[in-house]
């Protein structure tokens, strides 16, 4: 059973930082894990993903700023942000093998292979 837990989300000046985790447990490395926001009246968004050989790609709202890693020893995606923005502001959900392509950053995954969600960590930034 793929498990996928989400941590560091908390509450931030503008110009500040965080640190989300995500540990997966259970989670055949297949084709993708990456990050998706989701802010009140808008829709899920994957803002950042790593692929199996280590590259990543970044939406254009985060690049530059956020920066996604993978710690295989450990089985755990790390997204640091800095920078952040009020418009930053959302829920961030952890994702392996979903299907997306939003403002550069994607994943593609066949037909009938399952994705997996974490419950997801706010991150609220103020100005």
């Known amino acids: 059973q793929v498990q996928l837990v989400e941590s560091g989300g908390g509450s931030v000046q503008a110009g500040g930082s965080l640190t989300l985790s995500c540990e997966a447990s259970?989670?055949?490395?297949?084709?993708?894990m990456g990050w998706f926001t989701e802010a009140p009246g808008k829709e899920r968004e994957g803002i950042a993903h790593i692929y199996p050989d280590g590259s990543t790609s970044y939406a254009e709202s985060v690049k530059g700023r956020f920066t996604l890693s993978k710690d295989n020893a450990k089985s755990t995606l790390l997204l640091q942000m800095n920078n952040l923005k009020p418009e930053d502001t959302a829920m961030y959900y952890c994702?392996?093998?979903?299907?997306?392509?939003?403002?550069?950053?994607?994943?593609?995954?066949?037909?009938?292979?399952?994705?997996?969600w974490g419950d997801g960590t706010q991150v609220t930034v103020s100005s």
């Open positions: 259970g989670y055949q490395y297949n084709y993708c």
């Open positions: 994702a392996a093998d979903i299907e997306s392509d939003y403002s550069g950053s994607w994943c593609r995954v066949p037909p009938g292979v399952s994705g997996y």
